[in-house]
């Protein structure tokens, strides 16, 4: 069963429950002795990982992959406008005041910030500064706070460093070198005293920090320092990816859907670092909700109330164009069909399936058809229509497959979402080399970047490459990653976040302007404008 993480701060105080207010204090937590224990250590730590969940999924997911060619979320008729935040992402007019950029940049800040918190507390704990455990704590605390500060360097550019708790006044910006380098600094400290991933620790070890996450995150600063610093650092990235690959810690699953599963955990052998989820206990994982046809629902077996809101663009689904690849049978286009063969019909009135239909409205009987091609109204902005056939829209996914355990109050699941995986260092590695690194063995193999690329591609029963080359690298990272995060992460590194993909019939009207914004300046996000007003010492990045 998939391992569920509970975090509960002790009470300070355990008094007896008869009413007696004399009654004498049996148990009292005080920095005297509290925490000693790796059980005291895990209660105090558990908030960081809250604060991950709470908005990993959601919040952060958009604004890494709205900004690019994998998801799109047009409006329906005005519905799923919200306030046009969706379409500016699409088109890179994001502002300092969007609402995705204030709430990513207070999550992001807000872990950094308890992570400090809690190392305060371990520091100020009674057992020696040289007891494995405490520094066992202290590694993983500052990983944490590592993985937020490489979040918010990816997405802000320059942004303060801080390492305090109470912060000490205003902190000031920092360019994304200096953020870069303590980033680096603080893993190169802590790695040695990070878990090395087991058989037998596993479970332990699912959802935090191991010595082979710490190499996945150096390697994915390594794989983009030429962007961040304007130096490449591409066998350093090499030599990363072979610490996680030469540990044999990790290994392909015979299949990729496993990875994704409602009950993925620790069974999963390529997952290095994952973002636990529970539809009743760790809520902030939506994508049975988002990500499905939601007319779908008795298909899957998933509750009724929805939404139809995420699809992808087709210029994106196109990249899926390999004989056999398993991984373009995770999105849902054209007739759908239900679990027996079937048509899958819903018995509609003629113009709420075609508002456009000029005859008789009369009952009718359609075969749900799901169209890869996108059509703007030109009525409303970014508006493709509210009838049955706009809603079908846009290419639909099952890659984080929908989870019958979603529950309809909160429309939680609980399909965890990987961060690292095995296949991530391998094309990692590959591109590195693509890039000028040189090859290396591991584990009595020369790893080239084709051998490479042939590897995530046999698992997934895909047509194997005969070359390979930076244009196909990308395709292959965007077949295999989609949806998780990355993809802005990679356009930029591969000079292609300026590409617009658009959609027919966006046209202009009163106060909305089509087009993508191709500012390089784009590719950091705005320092929102509440945390200006708070913080005179911040700069805001250039363009904004």
């Known amino acids: 069963m998939k391992k569920i993480f ?312 196109d990249k899926f164009n390999l004989a056999g690849d398993e991984r373009t049978a995770t999105w849902l286009v054209g007739k759908q069909y239900n679990n027996d063969g079937s048509p899958f019909t819903l018995t509609l009135k003629t113009k709420t399936l075609d508002a456009s239909y000029p005859g008789v409205d009369k009952d009718t009987v359609w075969h749900l058809t799901i169209t890869k091609d996108l059509i703007m109204t030109g009525k409303k902005p970014f508006d493709v229509g509210n009838d049955y056939l706009a809603r079908c829209m846009g290419v639909r996914s099952i890659k984080i497959y929908p989870d019958k355990n979603t529950t309809a109050a909160t429309r939680n699941s609980s399909n965890d979402m990987p961060v690292f995986r095995l296949s991530d260092i391998y094309l990692m590695k590959a591109e590195a080399i693509l890039r000028g690194a040189t090859a290396t063995t591991v584990n009595g193999e020369l790893q080239t970047p084709l051998l490479l690329v042939n590897k995530i591609r046999a698992r997934v029963k895909a047509q194997l490459a005969v070359s390979i080359d930076l244009p196909a690298l990308l395709d292959e990272r965007g077949r295999e990653f989609y949806w998780e995060t990355w993809r802005r992460n990679d356009l930029i590194r591969f000079g292609q976040y300026e590409t617009e993909y658009p959609i027919p019939g966006d046209i202009a009207m009163a106060g909305y302007t089509p087009g993508m914004d191709k500012s390089p300046n784009k590719r950091i996000f705005p320092i929102p404008a509440s945390e200006l007003q708070l913080n005179p010492k911040l700069v805001q990045n250039p363009g904004y």
Request: charged share 15%; aromatic share 12%; with cysteine.
């Open 6 to 317: 509970l975090f509960i701060i002790p009470a300070l105080l355990l008094l007896n429950s008869c009413g007696k207010l004399d009654v004498k204090v049996e148990s009292q937590y005080v920095s005297s002795n509290f925490p000693t224990t790796a059980a005291d250590y895990a209660a105090v730590i558990g908030p960081i990982y809250s604060q991950l969940s709470s908005k990993y999924a959601i919040e952060y997911f958009r604004m890494q992959e709205l900004t690019t060619d994998e998801l799109i979320i047009p409006a329906r008729d005005g519905n799923y406008d919200d306030g046009g935040q969706y379409r500016q992402h699409h088109h890179h007019t994001y502002t300092k005041d969007h609402t995705n950029v204030k709430d990513v940049w207070e999550w992001g800040f807000g872990g950094i910030n308890t992570c400090n918190r809690v190392i305060n507390i371990v520091n100020q704990s009674p057992t020696p500064v040289n007891d494995p455990v405490k520094l066992a704590a202290l590694a993983e605390l500052k990983t944490m706070r590592s993985l937020f500060n490489f979040y918010m360097m990816d997405l802000y550019g320059n942004v303060p460093i801080i390492d305090s708790f109470p912060v000490n006044g205003s902190p000031a910006t920092k360019t994304r070198a200096q953020v870069f380098a303590s980033i680096e600094t603080t893993l190169k400290s802590v790695i040695n005293n990070l878990p090395v991933k087991t058989a037998a620790n596993a479970t332990s070890t699912y959802g935090h920090p191991t010595r082979g996450m710490a190499f996945a995150l150096l390697a994915k600063m390594y794989i983009n320092a030429e962007v961040y610093t304007g130096t490449p650092r591409y066998n350093d990235a090499v030599a990363m990816c072979d610490s996680v690959i030469a540990s044999k810690a990790y290994d392909l699953d015979a299949s990729q859907a496993t990875v994704f599963a409602p009950d993925n955990g620790p069974a999963v052998k390529e997952t290095i670092f994952a973002v636990p989820y529970d539809a009743l206990l760790i809520p902030g994982q939506q994508f049975t909700r988002h990500g499905i046809m939601a007319y779908l629902y008795p298909k899957y077996g998933v509750p009724s109330n929805l939404s139809i809101s995420m699809s992808t663009t087709p210029n994106f689904f």
